[in-house]
């Protein structure tokens, strides 16, 4: 694969552009999990694309093809989470090669369908065409109180860093899926049932949205250090990471392979659990109040600083965290 | 090419099973050229989402990037045309192969954005993945009020079908870029114009939807046969097609590869002009302020009648018409 593109870079350089075409509705363009428009004086909504590629983010050995709608729909809801928005609708646009039936897109629309219900997000169109390899862009649209949206640049030094859940257990999935491990039951499960069927933190989304003392919010499917980094460099911060939370199949997984449990948090990507950054003042009761309402904690992660760049460590103990997270430019399945 | 697939086939399977999730603000959902929903009281969104893939949409050897970025926005403000919607923002996924550097991915932002533009299209965002081959996803809201909202099924016997254009000219301009057939100016030009900078119809749609007699609206991107069946089908009816108004350089194109000038209007696609359904009684006012209004006219094709399926002729001298239109599942460039 030819590394000589690096996603961070491309947007920046499509945003310049593209910023030339934005018009006065709305209020938030290229570079956070989503765009926010403000379509009447007291809605805003908000609208996010995600493409799944068969090769890159995918492959038929170790997902089927319900479990690639899924996954598809999970990451839309995903980034509509990171804002804090209900999900409204989404439309799904296919590239289909010669080898896929009509029984293999009903099985994905199937898997579409399974997680989109629930979630309340309506699939209301699409559009279909002949590609090389299987192909699905899903664009999700979702409402927000101008209020409550959060973006990825809204962190200030000293605000304490969280996610919704431990990280890791997709990356250790698909290492299952490979056959490159094999993991004792519940961690087997636990692990394929991460990757294959993602849960989006939908709900932790909006109720942390609504909580004023969380400032900045962004999902975690590149891997913390890639998604951190992102939120840092909005947030004009950098971090020092002292804890990661890190899912028990991912130890596992990791022990096996012989690599570091970190990397497989903080590059493992499609994690989609939630990233905040949150007053250090409000932090312990924000988590308290998480984890009797979601019944799990709220981990802490680290604390924002005005250092830019990530460090691990605690105490003068530090060492830069490599940004090797999940670069769609760089990396392949 | 497998031709197993049909393209209404597979949407009217998908339909089913998506329709199962479909949510209480959503008015219109797969089908038509782009959703409906309801944000607030007041206000009608329209979404549509459109894929262009390379070797099956286009081919760099025909199409600059510029172009095909051009193209790609131009098909999504042409179905937010056909709902009578005013263009509001737009979210691109980009599949980028290996061999595609930043500037050409540069060239074709640049092609977004200048078509984006003059339309007060917005580009708010994106994603960008690895693919086998350059694939664009774009997804495009606008919004409509209520009471001009133009369906594909609101046509009736008796309705008087007419085209915002002459068609034809985009295959004449594919023939031209292929360098199968040698055209004089200014055809070659107004050819080579339709098929890499297509006009999408956004102030007619506009105008055509805010009138009461025209019933029924959609765009001819697949080709008159095959997209005028459709709104047959959705409005209950069949048609009998009395004049189609071809393109001076797609009859120029016809004749050198003596082929039915017709066919270049019939099946040939992406010329992006809007189908309308008019009240009968209506039509000739209509067309006449049309022509003031934009100082093209607004062609008569046809009349819809109950005698399903499409017909080409007059006064029972009639032939039916092959819908050997577009179909994205069986057609490739």
Tied chains: 1, 2.
């Excluded at 310049?16 to 709305?26: D, F, N, P, R, T």
């Excluded at 993602?198 to 709900?203: N, S, T, V």
């Excluded at 659990?273 to 949150?278: G, Q, R, T, W």
Aim: glycine residues 10%.
């Amino acid at each position: 694969v030819k590394r000589n593109l690096r996603e961070d870079d491309v947007v920046a350089q499509l945003q310049k552009i593209a910023g030339s075409a934005a018009a006065g509705a709305v209020r938030l363009g290229i570079g956070d999990d989503a765009a926010v428009w403000q379509p009447s004086r007291s809605h805003r909504s908000v609208v996010t694309t995600d493409m799944l590629v068969e090769g890159v983010h995918f492959t038929r050995e170790t997902m089927g093809f319900d479990d690639v709608g899924w996954r598809t729909t999970a990451a839309s809801l995903s980034d509509l989470a990171a804002m804090g928005a209900r999900p409204v609708l989404a439309t799904v646009a296919l590239g289909v090669p010669n080898d896929v039936d009509l029984d293999s897109l009903i099985a994905l629309y199937r898997g579409i369908a399974s997680c989109a219900g629930p979630a309340g997000l309506a699939i209301v169109g699409g559009d279909l065409s002949r590609a090389p390899v299987m192909t699905i862009a899903m664009n999700a649209v979702g409402e927000v109180r101008a209020s409550d949206c959060k973006l990825r640049s809204g962190g200030r030094p000293g605000d304490v860093v969280a996610v919704t859940g431990r990280l890791g257990a997709s990356r250790a999935g698909l290492d299952v899926a490979r056959g490159s491990i094999a993991l004792d039951e519940p961690l087997r499960s636990e692990a394929l049932l991460a990757h294959r069927r993602p849960q989006a933190r939908i709900e932790e989304g909006r109720w942390l949205a609504a909580r004023s003392s969380v400032r900045a919010m962004m999902d975690c499917s590149d891997g913390l250090s890639t998604d951190l980094a992102r939120l840092c460099r909005s947030s004009g911060a950098g971090a020092l990471v002292g804890e990661i939370p890190t899912a028990e199949c991912a130890v596992a997984a990791a022990l096996q392979l012989k690599e570091d449990p970190d990397s497989y948090a903080l590059a493992g990507g499609e994690d989609f659990e939630l990233i905040v950054a949150c007053r250090r003042r409000a932090f312990t009761h924000v988590a308290a109040r998480f984890q009797r309402r979601f019944g799990r904690p709220l981990y802490r992660v680290g604390v924002l600083r005005s250092e830019p760049g990530l460090a691990l460590g605690a105490d003068g103990r530090e060492r830069p965290i490599d940004l090797a997270g999940w670069d769609h430019f760089a990396g392949s399945v």
